[in-house]
């Protein structure tokens, strides 16, 4: 079946520490490739996506990720994350027709403290 | 602000009765989609609504229905409402239905069901 993986549920990390959010996917062929983030009752953001070339993208806020075909991973980075950073934070696909709706991960509770 | 709008942004009713969500989407898109983000089950997507027609559905129950308008907004209606249908209601908009196109994100309903 066709899914999205998100390895850590629960991320606590200290600021100025760097982050690694883990997301792997099962489907075959061409994927598009989200990362979007929830503050603390808001909406959620969409922080950088993959759509084709450059398998390294810069999102917003400092954000990147890696698409890595062989591995099916798309692993979102930050190199130094800050208390703001505190969020809940999804990955995502789209790639069933006809309306290639979102089919997301289970998130990640990232949780900075200063 | 995503530029989607949703109401209510809270909603508390009893079990077995029908309430109704509503979304506006953005000014220009004619995409609708509607996910449901609860504890157990995470975010799921219910159903897209593309210029009036419905375009795909997901995992939405018989006891749910949604129809989008000329004017492009959108309705859910749930109906037999159960405990367990208690969650956050995202609305979702985009530009067109191609694979390539961004879904912006509304700031949700919160239904509570007691």
């Known amino acids: 079946a066709q899914s999205v993986s998100q390895h850590n549920h629960h991320v606590i990390l200290s600021e100025a520490a760097s982050l690694e959010l883990g997301c792997n996917y099962s489907?075959?062929?061409?994927?598009?490739l989200f990362w979007y983030v929830q503050y603390p009752g808001q909406h959620l953001q969409l922080l950088l996506k993959?759509?084709?070339?450059?398998?390294l993208v810069k999102g917003i806020k400092g954000f990147e990720a890696e698409f890595i075909k062989s591995k099916f991973s798309f692993n979102l980075r930050k190199p130094s994350v800050q208390w703001s950073d505190t969020a809940e934070y999804f990955c995502?696909?789209?790639?069933?027709?006809?309306?290639?709706?979102?089919?997301f991960g289970k998130g990640t509770s990232l949780l900075v403290t200063p | 602000d995503s530029g989607v709008t949703q109401t209510p942004k809270h909603l508390i009713t009893a079990t077995g009765q029908r309430v109704t969500l509503r979304c506006s989407p953005r000014?220009?898109?004619?995409?609708v989609y509607w996910y449901q983000q609860s504890l157990d089950q995470g975010l799921q997507f219910l159903i897209q609504?593309?210029?009036?027609?419905?375009?795909a559905k997901g995992n939405i129950l018989e006891r749910f229905s949604a129809q989008q308008f000329p004017d492009l907004h959108s309705e859910l209606n749930l109906s037999s409402l159960e405990l367990g249908d208690s969650a956050l209601y995202f609305c979702?908009?985009?530009?067109?239905?191609?694979?390539?196109?961004?879904?912006?994100f509304g700031p949700g309903t919160r239904l509570t069901v007691l």
């Open positions: 979702a908009s985009s530009v067109g239905r191609a694979r390539a196109n961004e879904q912006f």
């Open positions: 489907y075959g062929g061409t994927v598009n």
């Open positions: 993959y759509f084709s070339g450059d398998p």
């Open positions: 995502a696909v789209n790639v069933t027709p006809p309306g290639y709706a979102l089919n």
């Open positions: 000014s220009g898109d004619l995409s």
């Open positions: 609504y593309y210029n009036g027609e419905e375009r």
